[in-house]
């Protein structure tokens, strides 16, 4: 026969292991594994950044979580929130800060943000700007300016620019 102590580790591992009660251990973890599939399918999307866009906030390889309900009806994007945005469906997105709302005239002069004419403190912007421009355009009720915050990047090789609301994935939460 065994000894006390190596019964006692057994009998310790199955109730660390499977619990005291198998079926409830068994229900926990289909609970588990079905919550999570919701929460990653339909509320958080994980998508990994692509590009050096928006260094030095995000690392490029870096994974972050977009929370799709965060803009809810009547709620959109607010000036400095990041953003996931559609390109193709829900596979391919980009994740950028979104500089100008609804109604809002944007222009960028030799590589500062003017909304409505004054210059956009932009404090999330950490590199040597570029001398980008964009003309001056004033934004329809459902469109929003979005930028990286690598303003260091020539402006060919950024993607930035005006998006409407219905492009908006969700809100940026880690």
């Known amino acids: 026969m065994g000894s006390p102590a190596y019964a006692l580790v057994g009998q310790w591992m199955r109730t660390v292991t499977v619990g005291r009660h198998p079926r409830w251990t068994v229900v926990r973890i289909v609970v588990l594994v079905v919550s999570t599939f919701l929460l990653f399918h339909y509320v958080v999307l994980l998508r990994k950044i692509e590009s050096i866009s928006m260094l030095p906030t995000f690392k490029e ?19 400095g929130d990041i953003i996931g945005i559609r390109t193709s469906g ?17 222009a960028i002069r030799a590589g500062v943000v003017h909304i409505n004419g004054q210059p956009l403190e932009e404090p999330y912007v950490r590199v040597q700007r570029r001398p980008w421009n964009y003309p001056e355009r004033r934004l329809e009720s459902d469109q929003y300016m979005i930028i990286g915050d690598n303003r260091s990047m020539g402006q060919d090789q950024h993607e930035f620019g005006v998006i409407r609301a219905e492009r908006v994935a969700g809100k940026v939460i880690w």
């Open 61 to 79: 390889g870096s994974v972050h979580g977009i929370y799709r309900w965060a803009y809810g009806p009547g709620a959109g994007p607010q000036r």
């Open 90 to 106: 829900e596979t391919v997105m980009y994740v950028k800060r979104v500089i100008a709302l609804p109604g809002e005239t944007i």
